[in-house]
Nanobody
Framework: QVQLVESGGGLVQAGGSLRLSCAAS????????MAWYRQALGKQRELVAF???????NVAESVKGRFTISRDTAKNTVYLQMNSLKPEETAVYYC??????????????WGKGTLVTVSS
């Protein structure tokens, strides 16, 4: 059973930085892609960033230039470096992964989330 465990959330002031981590229970090369999503209270979940099997990355326009997704294959961990955080980015941040060879566009595995609170 695949497990994704997020960590690194917390309270930060506007303009501050946080680094989220997502540790996978197995090799991250068993995933087609891994991603970070976020969901603010009362809002829909949105994709923040993803990294593919081959290492290609992409981030949402709203966070471009401020957030970076990366991975450490030796640690089977994906990171989300978040800089210049804004209060409106307060949300639960989720790590997700899609299995290699999956025929579905959706993510197959989800972590339980980590809360990021940005104070003004």
């Amino acid at each position: 059973q695949v497990q994704l465990v997020e960590s690194g959330g917390g309270l930060v002031q506007a303009g501050g930085s946080l680094r989220l981590s997502c540790a996978a229970s197995g090799s991250i090369f068993s995933f087609d892609r891994m991603a970070w999503y976020r969901q603010a209270l009362g809002k829909q979940r949105e994709l923040v960033a993803f990294i593919t099997y081959g290492g290609r990355t992409n981030v949402a326009e709203s966070v471009k230039g401020r957030f970076t997704i990366s991975r450490d294959t030796a640690k089977n961990t994906v990171y989300l470096q978040m800089n210049s955080l804004k209060p409106e980015e307060t949300a639960v941040y989720y790590c997700a992964a899609r299995g290699l060879g999956s025929s579905r566009p959706d993510m197959d595995y989800w972590g339980k989330g980590t809360l990021v609170t940005v104070s003004s």
